[in-house]
């Protein structure tokens, strides 16, 4: 995937001012910064990057099980070694989405933004009214290390470029081939040894064993849950449930792509069959009540319960689910055979390459420094270290200069112990990085390898691509989209729960028709196909 694109290219920055071009609505307008990074003894190479301590303050995300950036190991180095301080604002992830907005359109802006994956309609919103700088010039003053990034590999660089030229913000990019199958189905094999009950190998036999589950108490606690998930979950969701059950793939954004076809799967007849059907596993019990207003915390707690009382449930790792010292009595349920007879792995839209990494302030009166700092992160030790924790704690050098993952303590998963130690932000871990600089953790080969074995195969469908939409688009799409949303999703969770889909179907379909869902496709069909002809 090689996009051409033309950058505009800023001005140099010299020690003085940086002028960039920052348009307000329809009207291009120029607004003037002083970069103050001389102030501070800025070096335009090597490290440290200023010789007098310079403090910046940075808004954004944090793991749920992360403490304060600043008693991370890997954030004390980086403040070592470039004599930048960042005074950390973070927010559990949930709270900052709802807070983000008010933060981006307050006077009190932070320096920067961190960790926080803004939209595509975030950064056309607030790059045109000037909140969110362009970078062009200062990466290539300033970021060497992405510079080259950018240079070798176009299609990150077209990824992260704005349908006016300008890159507002940096990428994170992670290339293990993970995420386009996040939504793993899990049981737990020790009752069904204890119930004499072989693993599903079809839609009919797992919804057998679910009802084994419930009838037969396989907890012993008179509180056993058969099946749990998280709808509307990166990682958490039933789509290959609905695959098997309707015969049509489905994802979070519920759009899929088939034979380059965008298709809207909530209004496929797949999907209404689907949903009765799940209607029916409620009410015989087999579905967690909580499913659908669990967050997190909750739902990865029930795995870890003192007493275990979970059957099935979806997530992305068991480990992370369940707690390390009860992995072993879990196992995936292989891509199930459903009720048409085929086998059916729902392809996500989850990028490998993200946008929204970091992002530079108008109020940023150090922007040349705070470009150094981040294009640090940029180093292939750094990104790494960025992304799995520190050399020494959690990460070593093999005979080979490879690091290699250390094995995480007993009683902890390495996706706990990678939210406390590794802070992410901007970096890239690329695929030729993962050759030669890290190796893929342990959890992650393993996963690549049932990836590759167990869903790939099966693949119903392709992902949406990593399409930057136009302003107009995005424009004509927001409110759509949102509306569009929210009627899915409180539909089917009420379908489930309470049925009644069969008399309210044809409503729903037209309510949805009437909001927009066919403009919104006809938006994205023809983003998609041009972001094909460009490729």
């Avoid at 369940?322 to 992995?327: F, I, K, L, M, T």
């Avoid at 802070?423 to 993962?434: I, R, V």
């Avoid at 049932?450 to 693949?459: G, L």
Wanted: proline share 6%.
């Amino acid at each position: 995937m090689a996009i051409s694109r033309k950058l505009a290219v800023l001005g140099a920055v010299l020690a003085g001012t940086l002028t960039f071009t920052a348009c307000s609505g329809s009207t291009p307008g120029t607004t003037e910064i002083k970069d103050a990074s001389a102030d501070f003894g800025f070096q335009e190479t090597g490290l440290p990057i200023v010789s007098k301590q310079l403090t910046l303050k940075f808004s954004g995300t944090k793991a749920a099980l992360a403490p304060d950036y600043n008693t991370m190991t890997v954030v004390k180095e980086w403040e070592k070694a470039t004599n930048v301080h960042v005074e950390w604002e973070n927010l559990p992830e949930t709270v900052f989405q709802e807070k983000k907005n008010l933060i981006l359109a307050s006077g009190d802006l932070p320096d920067a933004f961190f960790n926080t994956g803004l939209t595509d309609a975030e950064i056309a919103t607030y790059s045109a009214s000037g909140t969110l700088i362009p970078l062009e010039g200062l990466i290539e003053k300033n970021a060497p290390n992405l510079s080259k990034l950018l240079s070798e590999r176009p299609d990150i660089k077209a990824a992260i470029t704005s349908s006016d030229g300008h890159i507002y913000s940096l990428p994170s990019v992670e290339e293990l081939g993970l995420v386009q199958f996040p939504n793993e189905l899990a049981i737990n094999t020790a009752w069904l040894k204890k119930l004499d009950i072989p693993m599903p190998k079809t839609i009919d036999e797992f919804h057998d064993a679910l009802v084994a589950f419930k009838s037969r108490d396989a907890s012993g606690t008179g509180k056993t849950i058969p099946l749990s998930f998280m709808p509307g979950s990166w990682c958490g969701d039933i789509v290959d449930l609905i695959a098997a059950l309707g015969g049509t793939p489905d994802n979070m954004d519920h759009r899929i792509v088939q034979d380059d076809k965008v298709i809207f799967t909530a209004t496929q007849d797949g999907y209404k069959k689907a949903i009765q059907t799940l209607h029916e596993w409620y009410k015989e019990g087999l579905i967690d009540p909580e499913s659908f207003s669990q967050d997190d915390k909750a739902y990865l707690a029930k795995g870890k319960a003192a007493t275990e009382n979970l059957g099935s449930f979806v997530w992305w790792e068991i480990p992370e689910m369940v707690g390390a010292d009860r992995a072993g009595e879990y196992a995936l349920v292989p891509v199930l055979e459903g009720v048409d007879g085929k086998r059916i792995a729902s392809q996500s839209n989850n990028q490998e390459i993200a946008r929204g990494a970091f992002a530079i302030t108008r109020a940023n009166k150090y922007p040349a420094a705070t470009m150094r700092w981040a294009d640090n992160l940029y180093d292939p030790i750094q990104s790494a270290q960025a992304n799995w924790g520190p050399i020494g704690e959690t990460l070593q050098k093999d005979a080979n200069g490879i690091l290699t993952q250390i094995p995480a303590p007993a009683g902890t998963s390495e996706g706990e112990r990678r939210q406390k130690v590794a802070p992410g932000g901007p970096k890239a871990n690329t695929a030729e990085n993962f050759t030669s600089v890290v190796a893929p953790e342990p959890r992650a080969a393993a996963r690549q390898k049932t990836v590759t074995e167990h869903y790939k195969p099966f693949a119903g469908n392709d992902g949406y691509p990593p399409v930057a939409l136009s302003n107009e688009e995005l424009q004509q799409i927001g409110t759509i989209q949102a509306d569009v949303t929210s009627l899915v999703k409180q539909n089917t969770a009420k379908w489930i729960v309470s049925g009644g889909i069969e008399q309210e179907w044809d409503g729903y379909v037209t309510q949805l028709k009437n909001v927009g869902v066919d403009k919104m496709i006809e938006v994205y069909q023809a983003a998609y196909d041009r972001f094909k002809k460009n490729s």
